[in-house]
């Protein structure tokens, strides 16, 4: 699938650099030519030897190389490639990129072009979970850059938390995905997933069993037609697909405010168990028994429903896609629900115990749609979201 391509692969420097290298030779064994470019911080972590070595080209890394600017330029440098990976990614480049500068060859290369550009940040976690680096984090995704990761776990520094670089394997994947040609291809898709949590004290929430598996299903075969997927998931018990933008959350609120902040979309696809209430008066310390025997009251507020905010709102997807999880009058209840929240097609579908479909592994699904209902066989969760995947390449090549 890589043979032919060209990956100008951007090494920042972080500890996690060396990943970088085993992530050449995957490209290199799948066909792929990698154009490498060293930072001056990287190549305190990894040798141009090894890198040139390994991709069996020349490290490029001084903005005013004379030779290079003779030869090819380093503006045309980041123009032949078909993508541009930076892995590590530091919390510098992404700044540099996400506020313009180009004051190095790889902040120049980054700013020089219009191929698309993935991202696999590495740094401490406080450092990726500044404001300062979420702000940039936001303002990337907005301008289509794409991610992988960062994962979590034990890192380098001795902290744990969200930082680590991903896998080379999974930013191997999210190339792959990223020049996947499909019809979808240059389209950005929402997909949100899982189930919410609403907390009642530090301690317990409320949620649902949703598994996220159909959710995560959809964002897969919607990156397999070619889609820059954001994926906006709420504690899910199936781990998010690779080669997509994960974003994760808590509550139906901060599931809005990611859902929002990840527009526009060309489509979205609302999979989520979104939780209707939320506790108002939720503990600050842990609730504790009083022993009194009466069980403390909570109260309720209503959460935002965010299928019907996007479908009614000003940046509305040209596709919106809502699902209705009934367990009675599946097609009138998901009907009703469509016209309600002004979505264009809804996914129906039967959640009582007995059809075994809220964390199964299969769906039986009916697609409401303003031509009716369409009753799909019972298939597997990922045959279904193969099937809607094509159904939404099919509706916007049409729009
Ligand atoms: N949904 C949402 N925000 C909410 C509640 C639901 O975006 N606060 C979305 C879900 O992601 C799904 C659709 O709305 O795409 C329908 O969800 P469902 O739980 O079936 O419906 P509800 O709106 O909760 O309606 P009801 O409880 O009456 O069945």
């Given at each position: 699938m890589l043979a032919g391509k060209r990956i100008l692969l951007i090494i920042g420097g972080g500890?996690?650099?060396?990943?970088s290298l085993l992530l050449i030779r995957l490209l290199k064994s799948a066909g792929a030519a990698v154009t490498p470019v060293l930072t001056r911080a990287g190549a305190e972590f990894v040798t141009p030897l090894s890198v040139a070595a390994l991709a069996g080209e020349k490290v490029h890394q001084a903005l005013f190389d004379l030779t290079d600017e003779a030869e090819m330029g380093h503006i045309q440098l980041s123009r032949v490639a078909d993508l541009l990976v930076v892995a590590p990614a530091t919390a510098d480049l992404m700044a540099k990129l996400a506020t313009g500068r180009a004051e190095d060859l790889a902040s120049n290369l980054l700013l020089a072009t219009d191929t698309p550009v993935l991202m696999a940040p590495a740094m401490n976690v406080r450092m990726w979970q500044h404001p300062a680096t979420q702000r940039n984090l936001a303002t990337l995704t907005a301008d289509g850059v794409r991610f992988v990761g960062p994962d979590q776990g034990e890192m380098a520094c001795g902290e744990f938390g969200p930082g680590r670089m991903a896998e080379p394997e999974a930013i191997f994947a999210a190339i792959t995905a990223a020049l996947a040609e499909g019809p979808l291809q240059g389209r950005h898709v929402l997909v949100t997933s899982g189930p919410t949590h609403e907390p009642i004290d530090p301690v317990r929430y409320i949620a649902n069993r949703s598994s996220g598996a159909q959710g995560t299903a959809i964002a897969a075969a919607l990156r397999d037609l070619g889609a820059r997927v954001t994926f906006v998931t709420g504690p899910a018990t199936v781990p998010p697909p690779y080669g997509v933008t994960v974003v994760k959350v808590e509550t139906a609120r901060q599931m809005l405010e990611a859902v929002e902040a990840a527009l526009p979309a060309a489509a979205a696809v609302m999979a989520a168990a979104v939780a209707d209430w939320r506790v108002t008066?939720?503990?600050?310390?842990k609730m504790k028994k009083d022993g009194s025997g009466k069980a403390p009251a909570l109260e309720f507020a209503e959460n935002p429903d965010i299928l019907a905010t996007l479908s009614k709102?000003?940046?509305?997807?040209?596709l919106m896609v809502g699902f209705a999880a009934e367990t009675e009058h599946v097609v009138d209840h998901a009907t009703a629900k469509r016209a309600r929240k002004g979505c264009d097609w809804i996914v129906a579908n039967?959640?009582?115990?007995?059809?075994?479909i809220m964390g199964g592994t299969e769906n039986a699904v009916v697609l409401i749609s303003d031509t009716g209902a369409e009753h799909w066989p019972r298939m597997a969760k990922d045959q279904v979201a193969k099937k809607l995947a094509q159904r939404i390449a099919d509706a916007l090549q049409n729009s």
């Open positions: 500890i996690a650099a060396y990943k008066n939720e503990g600050v310390q709102g000003p940046q509305r997807p040209r039967d959640v009582s115990p007995a059809t075994d």
